[in-house]
């Protein structure tokens, strides 16, 4: 069974940074991406990116979040700056063979088959 493993949460001040990493035990899947849930709300797509390098983000992180892979490694990371405590959150990294086309759909609308357990991430104001 195919197991996408999270690193890189933590605490940091307001303003600061922090790097996710997400790798999958197997596959080379085509779209990987990153998603967070906080107590309380639904879980938002944050970001993803193809196999190809194409890249979509939540409005909420433009400009400050940047998803990057390494293909040959079957890793997608999170480089997050400038974080706010709104930005505190159970980060989940996700799979699938496709992210839904030109719209992106089934990253907007948390359909892919594939998840990790989560890594916490939390920013003290």
């Known amino acids: 069974q195919v197991q996408l493993v999270e690193s890189g949460g933590g605490s940091v001040q307001a303003g600061g940074s922090l790097r996710l990493s997400c790798t999958s035990s197997?596959?080379?899947?085509?779209?990987m991406a990153w998603f967070r849930q906080t107590p309380g709300k639904e879980r938002e797509g944050v970001a993803a990116?193809?196999?190809?390098?194409?890249?979509n983000y939540h409005d909420s992180v433009k400009g400050r979040f940047t998803i990057s892979r390494d293909v040959t490694k079957s890793t997608v990371f999170l480089e997050m700056a400038n974080l706010t405590a709104e930005d505190t959150a159970l980060y989940y990294c996700?799979?699938?063979?496709?992210?839904?086309?030109?719209?992106?759909?089934?990253?907007?609308?948390?359909?892919?088959?594939?998840w990790g357990q989560g890594t916490q991430v939390t920013v003290s104001s």
């Open positions: 990116i193809t196999t190809t390098g194409l890249t």
């Open positions: 996700a799979a699938d063979s496709t992210c839904g086309g030109v719209t992106w759909h089934n990253f907007k609308t948390k359909n892919l088959s594939v």
């Open positions: 197997s596959n080379t899947f085509y779209c």
